[in-house]
């Protein structure tokens, strides 16, 4: 199938958003992403190396276990159905939960006692008590992971337009959602610094690995980027958000905790896009653990030979895997652990969708196996998970 195409096609089975949440208006946006594609070529000892690269990365963390994760919002954290969850922790093979302390609109959902963070006004305390809660995750012998959507920030542009992109009247950019997401600029290290310090706050909580989400400008950002305001450099979309992540790192390692990103699942199957600064590659080569969203329903009728991916869960996880060995091999020593998000959601905006149970959560794990992938996280927006799944 010709790149591009490909890629639009992608884009157009749901691959529009960091979580599938996003309108038709915002995969169109996504898809023209892909007229930018900037492909990254190795140097000629056939290493991928520049400035972006790491030098003596490490492991922090290489006894942690074979994660088995499931996405957990912060009300669920501190509400009750944190006892539901709990007991699916202790029935099953499942031992990870990936917990919002930053979430989709930017508020921290915690008070984390920093004077700093607090001044900024953007705490909303959801989870109340985070003692008890790390208490109630190491009983149960609960891996923690703490979730901080970074550049897609609403609260902090409100605040901060000068951290933000404005348009021409002066406003702040927000999408086409109802009501818009607003972004935060990721050239601006003040923004770096201050998901870094949420992060570090995380640590000292006793989450053992960060996960960062929305690593990325805008959808569709290179059709605005030249009207809207906002402050830039030399440096190239990809190289901004790929040297937070090397920063990020940098960070965080001495505190003994991983670092983790999202990334869109069509990142390995197409080349790096520049208009959203999304190089998989080199995001990859600077994080312990990637994270690509695989879902079945992000691909669109064609993908992999099935006519509709999402009804065909095991043929298009086994594609969306062969493609992220392919990408990330020449990453060589400098390749992460892979993670991938699978679906445990029905999606009924895709024609043809199947409803999603166990068989289809179990043939997606099945899929992973025979990739050689063990570890997994499982998304579900309000976190009602299919029981009875072998996740072995």
Not at 194 to 216: P, S
Request: charged share 25%; with cysteine.
């Amino acid at each position: 199938m010709e790149l591009l195409l490909a890629a639009f096609l992608m884009a157009w089975g749901g691959v529009s958003a960091d979580h599938p949440d996003a309108t038709f208006e915002q995969v169109a946006q996504a898809s023209i992403d892909s007229k930018t594609a900037v492909a990254q070529q190795p140097s000629p000892d056939g290493n991928l190396f520049d400035r972006l690269t790491p030098v003596d990365k490490k492991d922090p963390q290489k006894d942690a276990p074979k994660v088995k994760g499931i996405y957990v919002t912060a009300h669920s954290a501190g509400g009750s159905r944190m006892n539901t969850l709990l007991k699916l922790m202790d029935e099953t093979e499942l031992n990870s939960m990936v917990i919002d302390l930053k979430d989709d609109w930017g508020y921290i959902t915690y008070d984390t006692g920093n004077p700093e963070l607090n001044a900024m006004e953007t705490t909303q305390k959801i989870i109340t008590d985070m003692p008890k809660l790390m208490s109630m995750l190491q009983e149960h012998q609960v891996y923690p992971i703490a979730r901080i959507v970074v550049f897609k920030d609403t609260i902090l542009a409100k605040k901060r337009p000068d951290l933000s992109f404005v348009n021409p009247d002066g406003s702040v950019w927000g999408n086409g959602k109802n009501p818009p997401d607003s972004f935060v600029n990721p050239y601006k290290k003040e923004v770096w610094d201050y998901n870094i310090a949420i992060a570090k706050e995380a640590a000292k909580a006793g989450f053992k690995e960060i996960q960062f989400d929305y690593v990325r400008f805008p959808e569709g950002f290179e059709k605005r980027a030249d009207s809207l305001k906002y402050d830039k450099d030399e440096r190239s979309r990809i190289e901004a958000v790929a040297e937070f992540v090397k920063y990020a790192r940098e960070q965080l390692t001495p505190l003994g905790v991983r670092v983790s990103v999202d990334i869109f699942g069509y990142a390995a199957s197409v080349p790096a896009a520049e208009g959203i600064g999304q190089d998989f590659q080199k995001i990859s080569q600077n994080v312990d653990v990637i994270c690509p969203m695989i879902y079945p329903s992000h691909y669109s009728n064609g993908w992999f030979g099935a006519k509709v991916p999402d009804a065909a869960p095991y043929v298009t996880i086994n594609g969306a895997m062969k493609d992220t060995a392919k990408k990330l091999d020449p990453l060589q020593s400098l390749k992460p652990v892979v993670r991938p998000w699978i679906q445990d959601f029905t999606a009924t905006w895709v024609p043809g969708h199947v409803r999603y149970g166990k068989k289809e959560i179990e043939e997606q794990v099945r899929a992973l196996k025979d990739n050689g992938t063990e570890e997994f996280l499982l998304w579900n927006a309000v976190n009602t998970y299919t029981p009875d799944v072998d996740y072995k």
